[in-house]
């Protein structure tokens, strides 16, 4: 069964950073891309990044583009999402989502992780 | 602002069949065969039930069902019922640079 575990999320002031984490498993994880997507409060969803199987790729939306790094590690089978310089439009329930190939659709989801940006 | 353009609702009595447009332009859902639609319970992650402008996962009940026509694709749902009541979100492949893009959603009611 793939499950998508997020974590790292919380409270963080306006400038601050933050690092969030997926823990993925139930899947051959460094044969597939992941991306982050987020939903803002009463908002729709976004695609924030997108990372290679083997990291060598890593598109990002316009509005996090220099704040946020992808990354993953697929030795430990994890994802990850270092935000830097956070805005209050920032804030927003953070999923992890496995790629079936990049770009097509996202075939499974995390539960999410809330980041409030505070101002 | 969305790239994708939605209506932001839709309604429709059990039993009905209703339609949800989703509009792009050239470079993302003209440009590419890769529209996927998204059905999200509040609360809940979101469920692919369209990938592909038509192909239904394996488990999505068939009166999902989906169309593109140029730049703009379209998911029906006929015999509507109280579960299908969500929020719905297309996506789609938008090159290399833009990479992905989603449209702004559409609440479906079921009155």
């Known amino acids: 069964e793939v499950q998508l575990l997020e974590s790292g999320g919380g409270l963080v002031q306006t400038g601050g950073s933050l690092r969030l984490s997926c823990a993925a498993s139930?899947?051959?994880?460094?044969?597939?891309?992941m991306s982050w997507v987020r939903q803002a409060p009463g908002k729709g969803l976004e695609w924030v990044s997108a990372v290679s199987p083997s990291g060598s790729r890593t598109p990002y939306a316009d509005s996090v583009k220099g704040r946020f790094t992808i990354s993953r590690d697929n030795s430990r089978n994890r994802l990850y999402l270092q935000m830097h310089s956070l805005r209050p439009e920032d804030t927003a329930t953070y999923y992890c989502a496995k790629d079936f190939y990049m770009g097509h659709y996202f075939d499974y989801w995390g539960q999410g992780i809330l980041v409030t940006v505070s101002s | 602002q969305s790239a994708l353009t939605q209506p932001a609702s839709v309604s429709g009595s059990p039993g009905q069949s209703i339609t949800i447009s989703c509009t792009g332009t050239s470079s993302d859902i003209g440009a590419h065969q890769l529209v996927s639609w998204y059905q999200k319970h509040p609360g809940r992650a979101p469920k692919v039930i369209i990938h592909e402008v038509t192909k239904r996962p394996s488990g999505v009940s068939s009166r999902f069902s989906a169309s593109k026509s140029g730049s703009t694709a379209f998911l029906t749902i006929s015999g509507l019922q109280s579960d299908d009541e969500a929020d719905y979100y297309c996506s789609s492949y938008a090159g290399t640079n833009t990479f992905l893009v989603f449209g702004g959603g559409t609440k479906v009611t079921v009155l």
């Open positions: 139930g899947f051959t994880f460094s044969s597939h891309g």
